[in-house]
């Protein structure tokens, strides 16, 4: 698996990590790819105002690939850590907070 926020030694820390094993997870990813695509390209065509600039402009997220999402999103859903704990896994920066 390529980047992935820690080292997945085998099939057995694979699907204790995210409940499935690594065959169901390249399955899903390929599904999980093409629904990236149709919501990015449904939000596209919903856009009232023409672009500013061209697409893929801005800030990269720390999850960039479709495989690391979905890893991110599974194992959010196997294990319930807390927020502080996905940061730290994942290096994710803390939400900002309003003063008051």
Known sequence: MSKLP???RNERQFKALTGLPRKIFDTLL???EK???DVASHRDRKRTIPRQRKSGGGRKGVLSTPEQKLFFILFYL???PTFDVLGALFDLSPPKRRRT
């Open 6 to 8: 820690f080292i997945i």
């Open 78 to 80: 196997k294990n319930y």
């Open 30 to 32: 390929q599904a999980f």
């Open 35 to 37: 629904s990236l695509k």
